[in-house]
T-cell receptor
Framework: AQSVAQPEDQVNVAEGNPLTVKCTYS??????LFWYVQYPNRGLQFLLK??????LVKGSYGFEAEFNKSQTSFHLKKPSALVSDSALYFC????????????FGTGTQLKVEL | GAVVSQHPSRVICKSGTSVKIECRSL??????MFWYRQFPKKSLMLMAT?????????EQGVEKDKFLINHASLTLSTLTVTSAHPEDSSFYIC???????????FGEGSRLTVL
């Protein structure tokens, strides 16, 4: 079975500071990893993905994530947070050859304050 | 990116009535769509996988007769909540995957409130 853990329910950051939203995963096989963002009463928007290749993945809105196989992590990062980044962030995993099913983490609420 | 449209965005209904939610892929064909349910401040729970031209595959614990899914064409899947009750009130989100691309594209979600 595949699973995703987001250990922090909420992350608070001051605008202009770097932000990190943590994600660890557990799969048997090679993972496809994703980050999505959700604004209130909206669907999920795709941010970035790791399939293969470079461990550092760059995505939308200045976000990036680093795939670390030894630590089974895929933390989301941004060098300088904006107030408009405040939203709910989901990490998700799919196993190669495991069909289309995505398993989501429980979500981390990011709050960026002035 | 690909666009998935979901309708209605909000619906309020009386207990015992049925509600239909539509999910359309606007600029691509989707042989497979997914229906999720999201509780407040909680993650997404996959309800079922909708397959064009065949029966949906339901996740364990999801009532097939309660949540009817139809995928009649390559661009449309519908979720019908039958005989709705207040505990069915939730945010329902559909998604679809473009062939050859790993990520899912999500609709904007439908907020169902059953009185």
């Amino acid at each position: 079975a595949q699973s995703v853990a987001q250990p922090e329910d909420q992350v608070n950051v001051a605008e202009g500071n770097p932000l990190t939203v943590k994600c660890t995963y557990s799969v048997s096989g090679n993972p496809y990893l994703f980050w999505y963002v959700q604004y209130p009463n909206r669907g999920l928007q795709f941010l970035l993905k790791y399939i293969t290749g470079d461990n550092l993945v760059k995505g939308s809105y200045g976000f990036e994530a680093e795939f670390n196989k030894s630590q089974t992590s895929f933390h989301l990062k941004k060098p300088s947070a904006l107030v408009s980044d405040s939203a709910l962030y989901f990490c998700a995993v799919r196993v190669t050859g495991g069909g289309n099913k995505l398993t989501f983490g429980t979500g981390t609420q990011l709050k960026v304050e002035l | 990116g690909a666009v998935v449209s979901q309708h209605p965005s909000r619906v309020i209904c009386k207990s015992g009535t049925s509600v239909k939610i539509e999910c359309r892929s606007l600029d691509f064909q989707a042989t497979t769509m997914f229906w999720y349910r999201q509780f407040p401040k909680k993650s997404l729970m996959l309800m079922a996988t909708s397959n064009e031209g065949s029966k949906a595959t339901y996740e364990q614990g999801v009532e097939k007769d309660k949540f009817l899914i139809n995928h009649a064409s390559l661009t449309l899947s519908t979720l019908t909540v039958t005989s709705a009750h207040p505990e069915d009130s939730s945010f329902y989100i559909c998604s679809a995957r473009v062939a050859g691309i790993g990520e899912l594209f999500f609709g904007e979600g439908s907020r169902l409130t059953v009185l």
